[in-house]
């Protein structure tokens, strides 16, 4: 605001000295947005003033700023608009001294980027390792865009598992499976300081000679640590072996910029890949607890029926089923299927169907029992229903019951007196 003021006033370098106060001051404090914005002002500024010379770093820094806030229209109508200016920048030209220095954001920090980056490439590589969630799509996406964007040939990512790191995704540019082996000295070194270690000559470099395996070295090696708030997640391995010097300060930075959203995405799949493994060992349990509650749903339902029919050895090949409550279609033949499982496995010959306890006793109740009855001497044992006075089977034989060679007795008592004894009825 002071740098508008003093350049509306007439005072024309004083505001130019303001406005270097602004992008410096905005750049020390991380806001890119402002520290472009006043970069572009200056520009203009000096461009009112015909000093396009001097304009020109100003212009150049306000499109890497607004490029590495992400604002891609900005960028086009900057260039565009200065498109001439733009095209006779020569690559000598530095931006000028008050221009923003190092952006520092959680555990990154990240120098002005060199003008032959392709941010908007990088970004939009940063967004598609960002969207991932599951783990092994992940470790996919982040190999391919680490080979796209550095020039690496093969690339490994290590992670720690069971307390050492190991591979957990390769690839390599051509057919054929990528080599896994890594320099496990290299790895230790990296693990150790926590920095990245380039190697422009690696077959040349004393100091990591001899563990590469049988090979002498790749020609140049990139290896980077993955941190999340100081913390080691992994490490990147990247080799090129047309070439000594492939990994240039660009690609380090490069490789720097999307190790740090890596680091993140990898322990936010890491999470999720837990939560998703504990749901599924809850869904597992609770399956199986449902299945149990089945279980013994039906392990219930037939003790609820034995209890209701029980089956008692009265003495020698006798057999008594005390009936109670109601005889539907299903308890008629879940209590035929007992009483014939038991009369066969006892060799009865007599069984005695106690119906005194018989809620009602209806046309279709009675036909139940005849046709157990009947299934009885088909067993060879006789079957007597008792608890039937002579007045409740002159009613059922008004229905329509058949009762022809079905034994009827008052109680029990008389019941047993009739296999025992053979008494009349």
Same mark, same amino acid.
């Given at each position: 605001?002071?740098?508008?003021?003093?350049?509306?006033?007439?005072?024309?370098?004083?505001?130019?000295?303001?406005?270097?106060?602004?992008?410096?001051?905005?750049?020390?404090?991380?806001?890119?947005?402002?520290?472009?914005?006043?970069?572009?002002?200056?520009?203009?500024?000096?461009?009112?003033?015909?000093?396009?010379?001097?304009?020109?770093?100003?212009?150049?820094?306000?499109?890497?700023?607004?490029?590495?806030?992400?604002?891609?229209?900005?960028?086009?109508?900057?260039?565009?608009?200065?498109?001439?200016?733009?095209?006779?920048?020569?690559?000598?030209?530095?931006?000028?001294?008050?221009?923003?220095?190092?952006?520092?954001?959680?555990?990154?920090?990240?120098?002005?980027?060199?003008?032959?980056?392709?941010?908007?490439?990088?970004?939009?590589?940063?967004?598609?390792?960002?969207?991932?969630?599951?783990?092994?799509?992940?470790?996919?996406? $982040?190999?391919?865009?680490? #080979? +796209?964007?550095?020039?690496? =040939? @093969?690339?490994?990512? &290590?992670?720690? /598992?069971?307390? %050492? *790191?190991?591979?957990?995704?390769?690839?390599?540019?051509?057919?054929?499976?990528?080599?896994?082996?890594?320099?496990?000295?290299?790895?230790?070194?990296?693990?150790?300081?926590?920095?990245?270690?380039?190697?422009?000559?690696?077959?040349?470099?004393?100091?990591?000679?001899?563990?590469?395996?049988?090979?002498?070295?790749?020609?140049?090696?990139?290896?980077?640590?993955?941190?999340?708030?100081?913390?080691?997640?992994?490490?990147?391995?990247?080799?090129?072996?047309?070439?000594?010097?492939?990994?240039?300060?660009?690609?380090?930075?490069?490789?720097?910029?999307?190790?740090?959203?890596?680091?993140?995405?990898?322990?936010?799949? $890491?999470?999720?890949?837990? #939560? +998703?493994?504990?749901?599924? =060992? @809850?869904?597992?349990? &609770?399956?199986? /607890?449902?299945? %149990? *509650?089945?279980?013994?749903?039906?392990?219930?339902?037939?003790?609820?029926?034995?209890?209701?029919?029980?089956?008692?050895?009265?003495?020698?090949?006798?057999?008594?089923?005390?009936?109670?409550?109601?005889?539907?279609?299903?308890?008629?033949?879940?209590?035929?299927?007992?009483?014939?499982?038991?009369?066969?496995?006892?060799?009865?010959?007599?069984?005695?169907?106690?119906?005194?306890?018989?809620?009602?006793?209806?046309?279709?109740?009675?036909?139940?029992?005849?046709?157990?009855?009947?299934?009885?001497?088909?067993?060879?044992?006789?079957?007597?229903?008792?608890?039937?006075?002579?007045?409740?089977?002159?009613?059922?034989?008004?229905?329509?019951?058949? #009762?022809?060679?079905?034994?009827?007795? @008052?109680?029990?008592?008389?019941?047993?007196?009739?296999?025992?004894?053979?008494?009349?009825?």
């Amino acid at each position: 605001m002071e740098a508008e003021r003093l350049r509306l006033s007439g005072e024309p370098w004083a505001a130019l000295d303001r406005y270097d106060r602004a992008i410096q001051g905005a750049g020390a404090s991380g806001q890119i947005h402002e520290a472009a914005l006043g970069c572009e002002l200056a520009a203009r500024h000096l461009l009112a003033l015909d000093k396009p010379r001097l304009a020109q770093p100003y212009l150049v820094e306000a499109l890497h700023g607004y490029r590495r806030w992400g604002a891609r229209a900005k960028v086009q109508q900057l260039q565009a608009a200065h498109a001439a200016l733009l095209r006779r920048r020569s690559t000598s030209v530095a931006p000028p001294s008050s221009a923003p220095g190092p952006v520092t954001g959680g555990n990154v920090t990240t120098e002005p980027l060199s003008p032959k980056l392709d941010v908007g490439s990088i970004l939009k590589a940063a967004r598609a390792v960002a969207s991932e969630i599951v783990l092994d799509r992940l470790l996919d996406q $982040l190999m391919r865009v680490l #080979l +796209e964007n550095t020039g690496a =040939e @093969r690339g490994l990512l &290590l992670l720690p /598992r069971g307390g %050492e *790191l190991a591979v957990a995704a390769s690839l390599q540019v051509g057919e054929g499976a990528p080599d896994v082996a890594v320099s496990a000295a290299v790895v230790s070194y990296v693990e150790r300081t926590r920095e990245p270690l380039v190697l422009d000559n690696a077959a040349a470099d004393a100091r990591f000679a001899g563990t590469f395996g049988g090979a002498s070295g790749p020609r140049s090696l990139l290896c980077a640590p993955l941190l999340d708030r100081g913390e080691l997640v992994g490490l990147v391995y990247l080799e090129n072996n047309l070439t000594t010097g492939a990994f240039t300060p660009d690609r380090l930075h490069v490789t720097s910029l999307l190790g740090a959203q890596a680091a993140l995405s990898i322990n936010n799949a $890491l999470l999720y890949a837990t #939560l +998703e493994r504990k749901v599924e =060992e @809850r869904t597992a349990e &609770l399956r199986e /607890r449902n299945e %149990e *509650l089945e279980r013994s749903k039906v392990l219930l339902a037939q003790l609820a029926d034995e209890l209701s029919t029980p089956l008692i050895k009265l003495g020698d090949r006798v057999l008594m089923a005390p009936l109670i409550g109601s005889v539907d279609d299903a308890r008629a033949a879940s209590i035929m299927d007992r009483v014939l499982s038991a009369v066969s496995a006892e060799r009865a010959a007599h069984v005695i169907l106690d119906v005194t306890g018989v809620s009602r006793m209806d046309e279709g109740t009675a036909g139940h029992l005849v046709r157990l009855v009947r299934a009885a001497a088909l067993l060879g044992a006789e079957a007597i229903l008792a608890g039937v006075p002579p007045r409740v089977a002159t009613s059922l034989v008004s229905l329509g019951v058949d #009762l022809s060679g079905v034994s009827t007795v @008052r109680d029990v008592k008389a019941a047993l007196d009739r296999c025992y004894r053979g008494a009349p009825l």
